[in-house]
């Protein structure tokens, strides 16, 4: 159902790329537009884009008296609704809603929505691809780049496929997926949540709209998911990276197999780009919607062998003297380190660390202890990941990046490999992990043979 925005009083809050692309928007369809955000306007990278629009300001903290009198406050992804002028705006009756739910509204489409904690990003893209492979127009972002409020006017799609946060799960009320994937549930964010439990409650929305005719595709080999997803509506389809199932997608060590309907088809995983049984899982959860779709299993395997990766989660910098560099600065919880550090050999120097989001770095013990010849330790979260796994191997910690990278220079041998993958959320230092990836990539190609 459209909402009909003229005359509205309508508060978008947060000045990010969703923020801005949400005021033009609403200030297209007649509506009354203010941005708050709490940083002043010097500070926003952007705002220019806004220039001729008909939209108000109040920046440099969050007018409450503004929020209580409007008719609509949208947020962006990364606004927590605990934020005071949010709050008050609820308890005074009005309608707080998420960038996601405002473009559901619109987009006509068909739309595949993927959560979890990790590897949502991968599989949009490879489902993404897949998609156009098979001749659709197909819109991928959602959080994963371009908000999907930025495909409303864009023309007719036939498909969407949008990685979903638990923060944009948040703030959605009719939101309705036809698929609906639950890749994992691993500790994240417990900075912003009070428990695993409120964490978990948050991605399990993504079902919350959604009937007998949709489909959830689902982690059979994740005992939080299968257990978070008992009493859903959608129909369940299942992947397993350990087994080979009686129906669904399934693996056997060497080919992902598709079982539906009395039919075996068997995609070889020698033939993927991407390595890793994480990325396994990934590629399966992605080719789901569209095999169930209709869409040829020659053409969604060629998509998926096709896809090269991500920047900046597992991406090899270079071989420097023997050693390879990874770059993993999308590895921003503890759950991601434990999938990259899986798939390498010892000796591993791993780089860790950033501003702490409250998982226990206690589960990396095992890998800290076989793998991990020497840790090197950055930004804030490094006191505690010392004290957690600081004495089951060499630990070091460093003042900046750079010097991380110069330690591990000295101490990694021949053989050997260097890790970066933070487990922590990049902002005490860096604007985002994109800019964290890339100064950990130039500081090891500065390197000197």
């Not at 929020?67 to 947020?75: I, K, T």
């Not at 509204?105 to 098979?134: C, H, Q, Y």
């Not at 979260?381 to 990046?401: E, N, P, V, W, Y």
Request: hydrophobic share 45%; glycine share 10%; net charge negative.
């Amino acid at each position: 159902m459209r909402r009909d925005y003229r005359g509205k009083n309508v508060i978008v809050v947060g000045a990010g790329r969703t923020g801005l692309a949400l005021c033009a928007y609403f200030a297209q369809r007649g509506a009354a537009t203010t941005l708050s955000d709490r940083r002043r306007g010097e500070e926003i990278e952007g705002l220019e884009l806004l220039a001729g629009l008909p939209v108000a300001l109040d920046l440099g903290g969050h007018n409450e008296a503004l929020f209580c009198a409007a008719d609509l406050v949208v947020v962006s992804p990364g606004v927590p609704l605990s934020v005071p002028a949010v709050a008050a705006a609820r308890v005074a009756g009005v309608p707080v809603l998420g960038e996601i739910e405002i473009a559901f509204d619109e987009f006509t489409a068909p739309l595949a929505a993927i959560t979890g904690t990790n590897g949502k990003s991968t599989t949009t893209t490879v489902m993404g691809e897949i998609f156009r492979a098979w001749g659709k127009r197909t819109f991928v972002g959602g959080n994963l780049g371009t908000p999907l409020i930025e495909a409303v006017d864009e023309g007719n799609w036939d498909w969407g496929v949008a990685e979903l946060s638990s923060f944009q799960l948040e703030a959605i009320a009719s939101f309705r997926p036809r698929y609906a994937l639950l890749l994992n549930l691993t500790e994240d964010h417990l900075d912003r949540y009070p428990d695993m439990a409120s964490y978990v409650a948050a991605k399990l929305r993504i079902f919350e709209n959604m009937g007998a005719d949709d489909v959830a595709i689902l982690n059979a080999e994740d005992p939080l998911v299968v257990d978070a997803v008992r009493d859903i509506r959608p129909r369940k389809e299942w992947f397993s990276s350990a087994r080979v199932l009686d129906e669904g997608m399934g693996f056997d060590g060497s080919h992902i197999v598709w079982r539906r309907a009395g039919v075996e088809t068997r995609f070889p995983v020698s033939e993927l780009r991407l390595k890793g049984l994480h990325n396994v899982e990934n590629v399966m959860a992605a080719l789901l919607p569209p095999l169930l779709e209709g869409c040829p299993a020659a053409v969604a395997w060629g998509a998926a062998r096709a896809f090269a990766g991500l920047p900046h989660r597992m991406v090899e910098v270079r071989v420097l003297n023997g050693v390879p560099w990874y770059n993993d600065s999308k590895g921003t919880n503890v759950g991601s380190v434990l999938k990259s550090l899986s798939g390498l050999s010892a000796p591993v120097t791993l780089i860790a660390g950033g501003k702490d989001k409250g998982g226990d770095y206690g589960v990396l013990a095992d890998l800290i202890r076989t793998k991990v010849a020497h840790l090197i330790l950055i930004g804030q979260a490094s006191a505690r990941i010392d004290q957690a796994l600081g004495s089951l191997t060499h630990t070091l910690r460093a003042a900046s990046l750079e010097e991380a990278v110069g330690l591990a220079q000295d101490l990694t041998p021949a053989g050997g490999a260097v890790l970066f993958s933070p487990g922590c959320s990049s902002f005490d230092m860096f604007k985002n992990y994109e800019e964290r990836g890339d100064r950990f990539a130039c500081a090891v190609l500065d390197l000197a043979d």
